[in-house]
C-alpha cells in the first residue's frame, strides 16, 4: 500500500498582506501529479487544511477542485482531520455525504473512534485512524472522560480505544495533529498552548505502523515511525531554508515502511538578502530573486529616501523590509537610564543608537532651534 502523507495546507492564508490562494493551488496542482505518477492508494492531510475558522470562499472552492481530483479522477481515497486551525464543524460537516466517494473528513472527537480502511493494490489492508485537533476541556467531554487535563492525556485515551479495535491482520495509521516533545518549530505555527503544556511524548504512538502528523511546518522525523510532513508552502521567511516535501509512504504486510520525500513545484520562493542599499540594487544575483517573495534588511549608517519602491525595480516581489544599524544594538548592560536626561540628551542617544554616531555641533543647534520653535508654538496655542 502506497499513500501520501502531506498537512498543514493553511488554505486562504495571507502573506504580509498578499492572498497566497494562486501559490497554493499551483503546488496542490503538482500535487496531484505526483499522486498520478505514484500510482498512490491513498492521501492523508494531517490538519490545518485552512487558515482559519472561516475560510475565504476562495479557498474553499480551491479544497472543492483538488479533492474532485483525487476522489472523482484519479478514484484515490483521502482522509483529512481538523487542526488548530480549522473549524471542527465546517470541516466536517459534509463528510456523510463526501465519504461515499472517498472523501473522510473528521473534523470533531467522537466517543469512539472511526477507522477508515483502505485496501491498497497489492492487498495490503490500512487501517487509518483520524485523530482531529483537540483541546483537553472537549476531548474530557466528548470523551466522557473526567481524568484527561492535558493533550497528551488526550491522545492516550483516543490511542487507547483505537487499540482496542485494532485487527491483527491489518496493518495501522494514526493521523494526528499535534506538538511532539523535541521536535523543531517554526515561527509561522499558532502556538497550542502557552508554555509547552501542549507537548506529547512520541511514546503515547507506540504499537502503530505509522504515525502522519500536522501542526508544525518543518518536515521531520521524531522517530522511525513518528514523522512529519510540513507544511505546503513556506509560510514565514524563518523557513525561508526549508526544505519543504511531503512524504510517500509505502506499507508491506508485514508493516515494514519506506518513506520517500518528495518535494512539490512552487510558484515563489521565500528568499532572505541583507546588506547596504548600494549593495543590494547592484546584487549579482537579483535575477535570481526576481519571482520570489524576498525580505531585506536594509543595513545603513544614511537615511535613505523611499527604499522600498527603489528596491522593488530590481526585487519586482520584495515584501519586507527591516532596517539595522551598523553599530547594532546595544546590550543589556549598556542601555542609558532615562531617568534625570533631558530631551536633547534622549533624542542624542537615540540619534547615536540608529547611526552609529553622535549628534555634530551643527546638529545639536539645528536640534536646539527646532525644540525651541516648538516650545513656542505650543505657549501661543495655551495663550
Known amino acids: 500500500m502506497r499513500f501520501i502523507h502531506t498537512g498543514d495546507w493553511h488554505l486562504g492564508r495571507l502573506f504580509h498582506n498578499l492572498h497566497l490562494t494562486d501559490d497554493q493551488r499551483f503546488t496542490l496542482e503538482g500535487l496531484v501529479r505526483l499522486a498520478e505518477d505514484k500510482q498512490v492508494d491513498g492521501l492523508v ?38 487542526g488548530n486551525h480549522d473549524s471542527p464543524v ?11 466517494v472517498g472523501v473522510h473528513v473528521i473534523g470533531a472527537v467522537g466517543e469512539e473512534p ?95 505502523d505509522y504515525v502522519a502528523l500536522g501542526h508544525l511546518h518543518r518536515p521531520q522525523v521524531v522517530s522511525d515511525r513518528v514523522r512529519y510532513a510540513g507544511s505546503l508552502l513556506k509560510y ?18 508485514d508493516g515494514n515502511i519506506t518513506v520517500s520525500e518528495e518535494a512539490l513545484p512552487i510558484r515563489r ?44 525595480d530590481v526585487y519586482p516581489h520584495i515584501v519586507s523590509l527591516r532596517r539595522e544599524s551598523l553599530a547594532g544594538e546595544l546590550d543589556e548592560g549598556e542601555r542609558r537610564p532615562v531617568e534625570g536626561r533631558s530631551t536633547k540628551q534622549l533624542f542624542g542617544d537615540f540619534f547615536e543608537d540608529v547611526t552609529g554616531a553622535g549628534l555634530t555641533s551643527d546638529q545639536e543647534a539645528e536640534l536646539e532651534s527646532t525644540f525651541a520653535e516648538i516650545a513656542r508654538e505650543l505657549r501661543e496655542v495655551v495663550a
Not at 45 to 72: N, S
Not at 90 to 100: K, P
Request: proline letters at 4%.
Open 236 to 253: 514565514s521567511f524563518d523557513e525561508a531554508d526549508h526544505e519543504k516535501s511531503v512524504a510517500v509512504i509505502d506499507i508491506d504486510k
Open 90 to 100: 465546517r470541516i466536517q460537516y459534509l463528510n456523510g455525504l463526501v465519504s461515499r
Open 45 to 82: 492531510v494531517a490538519g490545518d487544511v485552512y487558515d482559519r475558522a472561516v475560510p475565504p470562499t476562495q479557498a474553499v472552492t480551491l479544497l472543492d477542485d483538488i479533492l474532485a481530483e483525487f476522489a472523482l479522477r484519479l478514484k484515490v481515497p483521502v482522509v483529512i482531520i481538523a
Open 114 to 208: 472511526t477507522g477508515v480502511s483502505i485496501v491498497g493494490r497489492d492487498g495490503v489492508e490500512v487501517m487509518f485512524w483520524p485523530l482531529a485537533y483537540t483541546d483537553p476541556e472537549t476531548a474530557r467531554c466528548d470523551l466522557c472522560c473526567d481524568d484527561i487535563h492535558t493533550h497528551e492525556e488526550a491522545l492516550r485515551a483516543q490511542l487507547g480505544r483505537i487499540r482496542s479495535q485494532m485487527k491483527e491482520d491489518a496493518r495501522h495509521v494514526v493521523v494526528g495533529h499535534a506538538f511532539v516533545t523535541g521536535a523543531k518549530e517554526s515561527e509561522s505555527e499558532r502556538p497550542l498552548t502557552v508554555g509547552g503544556t501542549g507537548q506529547v511524548s512520541h511514546e503515547v504512538f507506540e504499537g502503530f
Open 269 to 312: 520562493d521565500l528568499v532572505r538578502l541583507r546588506g547596504t542599499f548600494d549593495e543590494l540594487l547592484a546584487k549579482p544575483d537579483a535575477a535570481e530573486c526576481a519571482d520570489a517573495y524576498v525580505e531585506v534588511t536594509l543595513v545603513e549608517s544614511e537615511a535613505v529616501l523611499d527604499p522600498m519602491e527603489r528596491l522593488r
